[in-house]
T-cell receptor, first 114, second 112 residues
Framework: GENVEQHPSTLSVQEGDSAVIKCTYS??????FPWYKQELGKRPQLIID?????GEKKDQRIAVTLNKTAKHFSLHITETQPEDSAVYFC?????????????FGAGTILRVKS | DAGVIQSPRHEVTEMGQEVTLRCKPI?????LFWYRQTMMRGLELLIY????????DSGMPEDRFSAKMPNASFSTLKIQPSEPRDSAVYFC??????????FGPGTRLTVL
């Protein structure tokens, strides 16, 4: 089955700097890669996603890149702000005959220091 | 839309007791997922349903765990008997498409 590895497990950056989180996946058939943000005590919420037919996608200060050949994808946050502090999860979707499921990475704790 | 609704939000019980967690997916969504989140194991998929039918329950840890979805608007996750190592946050999520999953607020379970 699919396996998703995420690095780093923790990341501290100064406010205004960029943050990059990287994930690799194992199943070459996976075709959808979302990123979720989870604030302390809250539910995971989708912040950006990318499909396998696209190499890059941007939404204001966040962007995701996908390299299908290498089977890795990355989240880029520019001009970080204290409210970006949270746990970020990457995921890959495996399509099955009767449904689809997401396999999540272990998460990255991002701390933005002001 | 109220989003995915879970109850209770917090549950404290004693080892050996039965625990039932409830989930109401977003109206019109046809897939429902139960996840467990702990510091040690992260976010684990326990089971998911498509059109009320269990599709993959390979993540259910033991026979003590069971899940049902009697109709499109309701699902339960039951633990019987509960053990301290079951303490975790349990999330329910639903989706209408093959893409974004919407998570509920979670149930924080503490088994003493």
């Amino acid at each position: 089955g699919e396996n998703v590895e995420q690095h780093p497990s923790t990341l501290s950056v100064q406010e205004g700097d960029s943050a990059v989180i990287k994930c690799t996946y194992s199943d070459s058939a996976s075709n959808y890669f979302p990123w979720y943000k989870q604030e302390l005590g809250k539910r995971p919420q989708l912040i950006i996603d990318i499909r396998s037919n696209v190499g890059e996608k941007k939404d204001q200060r966040i962007a995701v890149t996908l390299n299908k050949t290498a089977k890795h994808f990355s989240l880029h946050i520019t001009e970080t702000q204290p409210e970006d502090s949270a746990v970020y999860f990457c995921a890959a979707r495996t399509e099955m005959e009767y449904g689809n499921k997401l396999v999540f990475g272990a998460g990255t704790i991002l701390r933005v220091k002001s | 839309d109220a989003g995915v609704i879970q109850s209770p939000r917090h549950e404290v019980t004693e080892m050996g007791q039965e625990v039932t967690l409830r989930c109401k997916p977003i109206s019109g969504h046809n897939s429902l997922f139960w996840y467990r989140q702990t510091m040690m194991r992260g976010l684990e998929l326990l089971i998911y349903f498509n059109n009320n039918v269990p599709i993959d329950d390979s993540g259910m840890p033991e026979d003590r765990f069971s899940a049902k979805m009697p109709n499109a608007s309701f699902s339960t996750l039951k633990i019987q008997p509960s053990e301290p190592r079951d303490s975790a946050v349990y999330f329910c999520a639903s989706t209408v498409s093959r893409y974004e999953q919407f998570f509920g607020p979670g149930t924080r379970l503490t088994v003493l």
